[in-house]
């Protein structure tokens, strides 16, 4: 399994961005479909979107899209989340994992995910 750590987080005025970066070892970076979810307090996590083994499939939530890209480096085994025109209710702890899929996969479940981040903190004031 890779080992994953996420970094970037921070406080931001709502409207503003941020962009996190989710650094991966010890496996075959290549091999993984990397998601991003977040928990917010008193919530359950939920998933933010996730960019395939192919660098050019992705997938979003509505709550999400249009505002948030995420892509992947391979040659620095690294995937990153930006997040433009942040709104107070994006505000969470955000979560990097790793899923091994076929070529075409985006999973969506965190439990189709087998290796996570230790998460960073996110948080918008109004």
């Known amino acids: 399994q890779v080992q994953l750590v996420e970094s970037g987080g921070g406080l931001v005025q709502a409207g503003g961005s941020l962009r996190l970066s989710c650094a991966a070892s010890?496996?075959?970076?290549?091999?993984?479909?990397m998601g991003w979810f977040r928990q917010a307090p008193g919530k359950e996590r939920e998933f933010v979107g996730a960019?395939?083994?192919?660098?050019?499939?992705?997938f979003y939530e509505d709550s999400v899209k249009g505002r948030f890209t995420i892509s992947r480096d391979n040659a620095k085994s690294t995937v990153y989340l930006q997040m433009n025109n942040l709104k107070p209710e994006d505000t969470a702890v955000y979560y990097c994992?790793?899923?091994?899929?076929?070529?075409?996969?985006?999973?969506?479940?965190?439990?189709?995910?087998?290796?996570w981040g230790q998460g960073t903190q996110v948080t918008v004031s109004s």
């Open positions: 010890g496996g075959t970076f290549l091999n993984y479909a």
């Open positions: 994992a790793a899923g091994r899929t076929g070529p075409w996969s985006i999973p969506r479940s965190g439990h189709e995910y087998d290796s």
């Open positions: 960019v395939g083994r192919r660098s050019d499939i992705t």
